[in-house]
């Protein structure tokens, strides 16, 4: 709470107010669900491997063409105050460019309406008014698919809000923060993350993507690593390097147990310990599906590459941790649950431990299918998490999940979170009796709850901050049922533009 009031007193206020408002940058996203990095399945890799690593884009600057129910407005107007304002946007273009190795290439607007077939450049980028948000995007198509698979051209499209959220006017710095937050969406990184660094920070914008947000690009466009072995053995009883399990099915689970004496060390970006087949987090099948996974106690799984996880997870998996897990990455999370109806239980003497910016104990995700149905994601978190990056959260809830902690949790990183919530999707979140929390970075939450449909039950344990020990200390929660008794509601009004709204 002092944070959020704090935002109301500070001299710099109306800085952090437009960083707050970044908040509400949104993103056209049928995959609202993702990993911190990325959803898997969304990068341009097709279409820059047909086009020899080049994406035209172009700039809306006629105005009156169809975009979601307005019609759109000249860049050249609603940038009136910004006379470079296309260099501005190229910066931004060319930095993401360098790091995933794409040419952009302008040509001129065809003058379609947004998302009609045909229409040109693949980025388009235009403006019209938007509800609490600077800009929206639209991330990259699904990996494997071009527009003549897909029937439709918005993949990658920007568009800003025609009137500036904080001034009513563009200035060339809020233009660049807005553009390199949204190209990073535009481009596959679907999900916000909460290292402060980052060009997709959940409260702001950088001019430049960090190395965190170049390591993440990475992670969609370009594998690093040779293939992992497939691994048919049931057992890992001795250490080894990181392998790849093939996908069991509903009627014949695949099982693997790492034991006591066994242990899966891997040196190098993205070498995710236990993984699926795929060789690139923008593959569907990075994790691995319908596997009964045990780490035993004893038993322990160890990276150091950025976007190496310790375990990544696809669907219907049951994990059971009482060992040790440890990454040093960005993004590196030590259990990522990447996709719908995995559960996992991490047992009182396991430890997961991560160091990276944006790398977190546990990731809960969760997606949704083509006709709306969840699939939810179930952790009980008995054992221990650590967590030293910059916004490392010891679980980051998001999707359609349920997460109990009855465990202890350290997060030492600033912007961490014990527990954070992502603002799409519901999540259920329940803070047993002898759960503990201690944050002790600047600007840290025990437990963030960011969207208007979580939940936060049962809330006990003990959370300390900076060593001062305080109960219940809950930031930006939203959840009816609980409002009237932790609910800040200057910070859920601000949390949710005051109306609740969800893009
Ligand atoms: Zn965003
Ligand atoms: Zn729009």
């Known amino acids: 709470m002092l944070h959020c009031v704090s935002l109301r007193k500070s001299p710099?206020?109306?800085?952090?107010?437009?960083?707050?408002?970044?908040?509400?940058?949104?993103?056209?996203?049928?995959?609202?669900?993702?990993?911190?990095?990325?959803?898997?399945?969304?990068?341009?890799?097709?279409?820059?491997?047909?086009?020899?690593?080049?994406?035209?884009?172009?700039?809306?600057?006629?105005?009156?063409?169809?975009?979601?129910?307005?019609?759109?407005?000249?860049?050249?107007?609603?940038?009136?105050?910004?006379?470079?304002?296309?260099?501005?946007?190229?910066?931004?273009?060319?930095?993401?460019?360098?790091?995933?190795?794409?040419?952009?290439?302008?040509v001129p607007d065809s003058g379609d309406a947004f998302g009609a077939f045909g229409a040109q450049g693949a980025l388009r980028f235009t403006a019209h008014p938007l509800y609490q948000a600077f800009a929206h995007a639209k991330v990259s198509p699904p990996t494997g698919t071009v527009e003549e698979t897909t029937g439709l051209s918005m993949w990658g499209d920007v568009h800003y809000n025609s009137h500036n959220l904080d001034a009513g006017e563009w200035d060339a710095s809020s233009l660049q923060n807005t553009t390199t937050h949204e190209l990073g969406h535009a481009l596959g990184i679907v999900a916000h993350n909460l290292d402060p660094g980052s060009a997709l920070f959940w409260l702001g914008g950088v001019a430049e993507p960090s190395e965190h947000d170049f390591a993440d690009i990475r992670a969609l466009y370009f594998p690093q690593n040779e293939p992992a072995p497939i691994l048919?053995?049931?057992?890992?009883?001795r250490p080894r390097d990181w392998v790849a399990l093939v996908d069991g099915s509903a009627d014949a689970r695949a099982t693997l147990t790492v034991t006591k004496d066994g242990s899966v060390l891997t040196s190098g970006e993205q070498k995710t310990g236990i993984k699926g087949v795929g060789a690139s987090l923008a593959d569907e099948n990075y994790g691995f599906d319908y596997v009964d996974l045990t780490l035993e106690a004893g038993g322990r799984i160890a990276t150091d590459g950025h976007n190496a996880y310790g375990i990544g997870a696809g669907d219907f998996n049951a994990i059971t941790v009482d060992g040790f897990i440890?990454?040093?990455?960005?993004?590196?999370?030590?259990?990522?649950?990447?996709?719908?109806?995995?559960?996992?239980?991490t047992g009182i003497a396991s430890l997961i431990r991560t160091a990276g910016a944006g790398a977190n104990g546990i990731f809960v995700g969760g997606e949704q299918d083509a006709v709306g149905n969840y699939y939810g994601n179930a952790v009980l978190a008995a054992g221990r998490i650590e967590t030293s990056g910059a916004g490392?959260?010891?679980?980051?809830?998001?999707?359609?999940?349920?997460?109990?902690?009855?465990?202890?949790?350290?997060?030492?990183?600033?912007?961490?979170a014990g527990i954070g919530s992502d603002q799409y999707g519901s999540q259920h979140i329940a803070?047993?009796?002898?759960?503990?929390?201690?944050?002790?970075?600047?600007?840290?939450?025990?437990?963030?709850?960011?969207?208007?449909?979580?939940?936060?039950?049962?809330?006990?344990?003990?959370?300390?901050?900076?060593?001062?020990?305080?109960?219940?200390?809950?930031?930006?929660?939203?959840?009816?049922?609980?409002?009237?008794?932790?609910?800040?509601?200057?910070?859920?009004?601000?949390?949710?533009?005051?109306a609740c709204r969800r893009e």
């Open 326 to 345: 440890s990454t040093e990455g960005f993004s590196a999370d030590g259990v990522a649950l990447m996709g719908r109806s995995n559960s996992l239980r």
């Open 12 to 106: 710099v206020n109306r800085v952090l107010f437009f960083l707050l408002a970044l908040l509400f940058f949104t993103f056209l996203t049928p995959c609202l669900y993702a990993a911190p990095v990325l959803c898997t399945g969304y990068s341009w890799q097709t279409v820059l491997e047909r086009d020899d690593r080049t994406l035209t884009y172009s700039f809306d600057t006629t105005g009156g063409y169809a975009v979601e129910g307005y019609l759109s407005e000249s860049l050249d107007e609603v940038f009136a105050a910004i006379p470079q304002w296309r260099d501005v946007i190229r910066r931004s273009l060319d930095s993401w460019g360098s790091a995933a190795d794409i040419s952009f290439v302008e």
């Open 232 to 237: 048919t053995d049931p057992l890992i009883d």
């Open 431 to 498: 803070v047993e009796q002898t759960a503990a929390i201690e944050t002790r970075g600047h600007d840290a939450y025990g437990v963030l709850i960011r969207g208007g449909e979580q939940c936060l039950g049962h809330a006990g344990g003990d959370h300390h901050r900076r060593g001062e020990k305080l109960r219940h200390l809950w930031l930006l929660v939203r959840c009816q049922r609980y409002r009237d008794r932790w609910n800040d509601p200057y910070c859920g009004a601000r949390s949710n533009g005051g």
């Open 392 to 416: 490392g959260c010891g679980i980051y809830a998001a999707g359609f999940s349920s997460v109990a902690l009855s465990g202890s949790i350290l997060t030492l990183g600033s912007h961490a």
